[in-house]
């Protein structure tokens, strides 16, 4: 990418943003591209539970296998701050447009190469060492997305409606966790368990590439943010954004990641490490535990657009800050829920996803509320992704572990710290950081 193309008229650019960016085409354009980056991180997550302990990892026990397999999954979190400083810098100096169509086809790539990978049985240990660097690939790509898809939106927003226009990004989610869920769903009821694991996992990680060329094409209808364009006509961008902003932000920084905290744990206790409690400690079948996290979409998704409605009557904080006290009460009756069999699992999605849905609509948009244009892209996409290092990265791995040597009580334990910590941060937030 070069500096240069963001060069040029000010008012040709200007009409055209006027004839292409409409509403329904912005929402649409920052809606479908995070649906199609968060399918395929979470088809990894789901593959991470269901197939690639016995795949790459062959030689461990069960609980070894499948805490191997998740830590291949937390790579991704840390390559995405890499991401975020990457994409970010040139997406505060040469576009939000540029930079989301190069950071989609640096996750699209990554997943495509997942499927076409020879198990260990064919490579040995070449096999896991490869999967970890996909998995790294998707994370760096990732990371550059969400910031992006989040400005895309906010930054076309008209004044009064930032927080609704910031949740539509953020459906890209559940409608993500929806179809991988529902892809193995479906090849399950098509095929039998050792076809899966013999080929039939490969398909949704190949099939992405169909995906991939519907988000570029959406991606290139748009033209530059509003916001920008105005940063470019009054010479606001700066040389080295990530430079600016551990300069001047440190403190939006710090407590933006650990705002989001809260969000990170809850998530990935209620999918990853739920789907994966469910078959390997509870022993329900691989068809009904994703049935029920393809429930626990749903309701995710709905109360998404739920907290962007709260946000614009209530506040956004003031809805945060509820939500966040919320997660703390379910996190003492989280232990009993996933203990009382399958009936209480199915309650514990209900409440998990609902409250997941409450706080991750909002989180957006209030991650980027404190930072100014010039590095807004920059400071968005890192709190965003140090805060999925701290509270995503090795959630379901703590949580397994947690469980397996204290019992659930402790998985409880975990998240309600998290809340606590979380809170904490809001409430240090002003009103207008969060």
Not at 26 to 35: D, E, M, N, R
Not at 296 to 307: C, D, H, N, R, T
Request: hydrophobic fraction near 55%; include cysteine; aromatic fraction near 14%.
């Amino acid at each position: 990418m070069s500096d240069s193309i963001a060069s040029g008229s000010p008012t040709a650019t200007h009409a055209n943003r006027a004839g292409l960016n409409s509403p329904a085409r912005v929402l649409f354009a920052s809606l479908v591209g995070t649906t199609i980056e968060f399918f395929d991180f979470y088809v990894y997550a789901t593959a991470a539970v269901l197939v690639f302990p016995t795949l790459f990892f062959p030689n461990s026990d069960p609980t070894t296998a499948l805490l191997a397999s998740f830590a291949t999954f937390s790579i991704a979190f840390f390559a995405r701050p890499l991401g975020a400083i990457v994409f970010g810098h040139y997406g505060d100096r040469v576009g939000r447009k540029t930079t989301l169509v190069a950071a989609l086809l640096t996750m699209g790539v990554s997943t495509v190469i997942i499927g076409l990978l020879p198990s260990y049985e064919t490579i040995g240990v070449l096999a896991p060492l490869l999967l970890a660097l996909c998995r790294f690939g998707q994370g760096f790509g990732l990371g550059g997305e969400w910031g992006g898809a989040v400005l895309l939106a906010t930054e076309n927003a008209p004044p009064g409606k930032r927080s609704w226009y910031g949740m539509f990004p953020q459906l890209g989610a559940p409608v993500g966790l929806f179809l991988s869920s529902g892809v193995f769903w479906l090849l399950l009821h098509v095929m039998s368990q050792e076809s899966l694991l013999a080929w039939g996992w490969r398909v949704p990680f190949i099939a992405s590439i169909v995906l991939i060329a519907v988000g570029l094409w959406v991606r290139l209808s748009i033209t530059e943010t509003p916001a920008f364009q105005k940063a470019i006509e009054k010479q606001e961008r700066v040389e080295v954004p990530v430079v600016e902003l551990f300069r001047n932000h440190k403190r939006s920084l710090v407590l933006g990641t650990f705002v989001a905290l809260a969000t990170f744990v809850l998530f990935y206790i209620g999918s990853a490490y739920l789907l994966s409690y469910n078959i390997k400690v509870l022993g329900i079948p691989f068809v009904e535990a994703l049935e029920i996290q393809l429930v626990g979409s749903v309701l995710f998704g709905i109360f998404i657009p739920i907290a962007g409605k709260l946000a614009e009557k209530f506040g956004r904080r003031e809805v945060l800050i509820a939500t966040t006290v919320l997660i703390g009460i379910f996190s003492f009756f989280l232990p009993g829920l996933m203990t009382s069999g399958e009936t209480a699992i199915f309650i514990f999605v209900v409440l998990a996803m609902a409250l997941m849905g409450m706080t991750y609509g909002l989180i957006g948009t209030a991650l980027a509320a404190p930072f100014p244009t010039k590095v807004r892209y920059t400071g968005s996409s890192i709190t965003f992704n140090f805060a999925g290092i701290f509270g995503a990265s090795l959630a379901p791995y703590i949580a397994t572990w947690l469980q397996a040597n204290y019992g659930m009580t402790y998985v409880g334990y975990y998240l309600g710290i998290a809340a606590l910590i979380t809170l904490a941060c809001i409430l240090l937030s002003g009103k207008e950081e969060v």
